[in-house]
Structure formats: C-alpha cells, structure tokens
C-alpha cells in the first residue's frame, strides 16, 4: 500500500462474524504459515504530528513500542475481541463492576452503557451537552491535581488514564479553553445483544494491545506513548486563589476546518487514519469582574455542531 491513498475496513474478529461464510484475511494469513504465530497487535501515536500514526504487526508483537510486561485477559465471547473488566473508577469510587468490554482502533473515545458513563463524568463533575452528546468538564478554575485518576482493573492489574489523558482540550490561552471528557454514552452491544464497554483509541493510545487467537486472549501493556501529553499552556490548571479581580472572557467560536490526516508507519507500511482538531477561531471581548477566578463561556451553535460531526465521523466503525 505504500504511495498509494487507501481507505476501508479491515476486520480482525473472530471468523463466526464474517458474512456468507468467508475466511477473515488474518486466519487465511495464519492458515497458510505466512505468518509466525497466530497473533497481531496495536500501537497508537496520539501525537498528530509524529511521521508514524501507528503500527499494526502480524505474527506478533513489537517489544519496541511498550514497556514492562504484557497483562493477558481472557476471551470471554468469541465474535468481537470481548473480555471482562473487574471494575472501572474515578479516584476510589467505582463506577462500573463486572462489565464487559471490547477494544475497538476505530472508535475514537471511550463508549460506554448510559448509567454508567453518567455515573463516571458525574464524579467529573461533567455537564452533559445534548447536541455533541458529550460531556464538557471545567478544567479554566480548577487545578489539575484536584482531578482524579481513572482506572480500570483487569486481571489484577490497574490500568490508568490520567486527566490530561482523558480530557480533550479546545482552545488557547488567550481566549479560553474547552475542555471535553472522552467518556460518551451510547448504547453499545456484543453480538449477542448484551450491552459493552469500547475502548477506543483514548485507551490505545496509551496501552499496547495484542490479540491471541489461539490462546483466546486479550492482552495489554504500557505504551511508549503513555507519558505523551497535549500540548498545552501549563496555565489551562491554575492553581486556586483568592484573587479579586479578574478579566471574564465571552468566547464566541466558529468552525474554520476538520482534518483527517493519513499516515504510514514506516515498519509494516499499514495506513491509519488520524482525525487531529479542528482549527479554531476566536473572538473573546473581556469586562471586569468581581466573581475570583470564575469564568463563564458562551459557545455558538457552530461549535456544537462540530462536536456532533467529529463523533458520528468517528462512532461506530466495525474495525475489530
């Protein structure tokens, strides 16, 4: 595929998926000794810049692109790759036990039963936003430590997305910013009918994944990507104070472009999509306050708008 523009889904499920009978394209690999071990695995660059978007390996894994070791979960329904979380938490409070879950490289968030995301943002302190059907958290007057750690337990280990891991960030310095939880309700279910949890690339970009036919296992391990973080203006968490007078910015937004850039990692030549964000434009108008550090917002229709799009474009794409 290398020069060439290529676009499309390649499906990696188990073969009681596939439509009219067909031999998915990575059992045909294996069944044929074109490749190693019954196995391929995922690495994801959250970093939109970077040459390499990320690398898909076939026949096993890349010891290059994590560190520590790999944590296998098993297989608890062959069809997608569906598995067992023990639990999932926002600081100490569990917010979800027992719930079943599937990785997903063409989901972009983290899409999880409605209760339970509401229950998770709500620890947040997220305001629902019924046009983008996201969460929107305050991250202008609270101070970056005042945010939690959410984890998700599996097999005894304790997998952790940090707040400006979970968070995505619109805006600047100058004119304010918004910011965005990657936890979205939605009604996903295995093919079974049975509701799950997806974790999309806002897991992937920080956990190496592997998938094990044979032994009927999920596994994961640190990304070398995991420390990789937004770049931002250490000023987005102020550290709380008893100012008096403060500048209250009124930000009107308007959508100027999205883009999706495409890139091949240079190892095994696999295509992937990256959306990065859309460049913004605003125009912020200021007047004294006596309100300390609060900042109030005020967001167009426009910006709302690109939200919806950015998550229809990026929902519900069968690339297990």
């Known amino acids: 595929m290398s020069g060439n523009a290529n676009d499309g ?36 660059n959250p970093d939109t810049n970077a040459e390499s978007g990320g690398e898909l390996t076939l026949g096993g894994a890349d010891p290059s692109k994590y560190t520590g070791s790999i944590t296998y979960i098993s297989v608890a329904v062959e069809g997608y790759w569906e598995f067992l979380i023990t639990t999932i938490s926002v600081g100490s409070t569990i917010v979800s036990s027992s719930p079943y879950a599937v990785v997903d490289t063409g989901t972009t968030f983290i899409i999880g039963p409605k209760t339970e995301v509401t229950a998770l943002n709500a620890a947040l302190g997220g305001t629902y936003d019924a046009l983008s059907t996201m969460y929107t958290i305050d991250c202008q007057t609270r101070s970056l430590s005042s945010f939690p750690n959410v984890t998700f337990t599996m097999n005894d280990r304790v997998f952790t997305l940090t707040p400006l891991q979970y968070l995505m960030i619109l805006g600047n310095q100058s004119n304010g910013y918004v910011c965005f939880s990657v936890f979205t309700p939605d009604y996903s279910a295995d093919s079974s ?6 974790l999309g690339d806002f897991f992937l970009y920080r ?12 596994g994961f391990a640190t990304s070398i990507s995991y420390d990789w973080i937004q770049n931002i203006d250490s000023s987005l968490f102020p550290t709380p104070s008893t100012t008096t007078r403060t500048t209250k910015p009124t930000m009107k937004t308007t959508l100027s472009s999205i883009a999706i850039t495409t890139t091949t990692t240079t190892k095994t030549k696999i295509t992937t ?6 460049i913004i434009t605003a125009q912020a108008t200021s007047e004294t306050s006596m309100q300390g550090n609060a900042t109030d917002y005020r967001l167009s229709l426009h910006f709302c708008f690109f ?12 690339s297990y």
Do not use: C, Q
């Not at 009918?193 to 997806?198: A, D, M, R, V």
């Not at 999509?273 to 859309?278: D, G, I, K, Q, V």
């Open 193 to 198: 009918g049975s509701s799950i949890w997806i």
């Open 9 to 44: 889904i390649l499906g990696l499920a188990y073969p009681n998926l596939a439509e009219s009978g067909e031999k998915p394209f990575f059992y045909s690999m294996w069944s044929e000794g074109l490749i190693p071990e019954a196995i391929f695995s995922f690495y994801l």
């Open 307 to 318: 939200i919806l799009m950015m998550m229809v474009a990026a929902r519900h794409v069968d």
């Open 207 to 218: 956990y190496y994944s592997v998938f094990d036919i044979v032994n009927n296992r999920v």
């Open 273 to 278: 999509m990256t959306t990065t964000a859309a």
